[in-house]
């Protein structure tokens, strides 16, 4: 949806009268500059079609919803809470192994996604750390900042990491030139890939209806090389190759035996003193 246009948002509640609901739905409607529409009993798509929007943002008792009349999305961390208690158990991850982040650093993720690895990374830079989540999807943003907040994990320290990633609403081709060399340790780039992976049919493809679809920008990775400290690191499936630019100056690329996924790292450019 994000890049084939603009996206027109509608804010609305559940069905049941909830006024807390409805004062929230207020001020997120604000905050998007989006309209608030009360429900008052319609089914989604009519009121979809009735506004002309694509989109409604749903404020539900205990969580937010996406919906485009069809399909519907409310945030999950999707795989935090295995790979996270597998990173407390010192088990391998590939991620952590392509990062290689230390406590303290500060961590840019350009396609924030379910917030995982970006919550994994936040698990890593601890609490001295920082780590930024960009969303280009307002609505989405709003969905993920809120999910990271409120979704309850029983883990300790993946709930603390989860509150700790700032999400914020920004396309990374337009982000990143604004930023300076040094601004982070590390920047990740995680896109949606251009096939569904075998198995993740029933949590990537809700989440892709209302994300951006738009290929991996290879300029953008080479500008976040002259913008990183220590390293650069692109997922994607391990199939398939990145485009020629890139692979020229590729450090080294991580993948499980026979994983569907591999990271590529890209180490930065020496620079002056």
């Not at 907040?149 to 609403?169: I, N, Q, S, Y």
Request: with cysteine; charged share 25%; net charge negative.
């Amino acid at each position: 949806m994000e890049g084939d246009g603009i996206i027109s948002t509608i804010v609305t509640t559940g069905l049941a009268k909830n006024e807390a609901a409805s004062a929230r739905a207020t001020e997120i409607a604000t905050e998007l500059g989006a309209p608030f529409v009360p429900r008052d009993g319609t089914g989604i798509l009519r009121l979809l079609r009735r506004h002309e929007a694509d989109v409604a943002l749903i404020v539900q008792a205990g969580r937010l919803l996406l919906s485009d009349g069809t399909v519907e999305y409310s945030y999950h961390p999707n795989m935090l809470l295995v790979r996270g208690l597998n990173i407390l158990r010192n088990w391998r991850d590939l991620f952590f192994d392509a990062a290689e982040m230390s406590e303290g650093e500060s961590v840019l993720d350009c396609t924030l996604g379910f917030g995982c690895e970006a919550s994994l990374a936040a698990l890593a830079v601890g609490e001295t750390g920082r780590v930024v989540g960009l969303e280009s999807n307002p609505a989405l943003a709003v969905v993920t900042r809120e999910g990271l907040r409120e979704f309850h994990l029983d883990t300790k320290p993946l709930a603390a990491a989860m509150r700790r990633v700032a999400v914020v609403h920004a396309d990374y081709q337009t982000y990143l030139p604004g930023l300076a060399p040094g601004a982070f340790d590390l920047i990740a780039f995680d896109p949606f890939f251009d096939e569904r992976l075998e198995g993740s049919e029933h949590t990537v493809g809700p989440l892709a209806r209302f994300g951006d679809q738009r290929p991996l920008d290879p300029a953008s990775v080479l500008l976040a090389r002259q913008i990183a400290t220590r390293r650069v690191v692109v997922k994607h499936p391990s199939h398939v190759e990145l485009p020629a630019e890139l692979v020229a100056v590729r450090t080294k690329e991580m993948s499980a035996r026979k994983g569907q996924t591999a990271y590529s790292v890209f180490d930065v450019p020496s620079r002056e003193p």
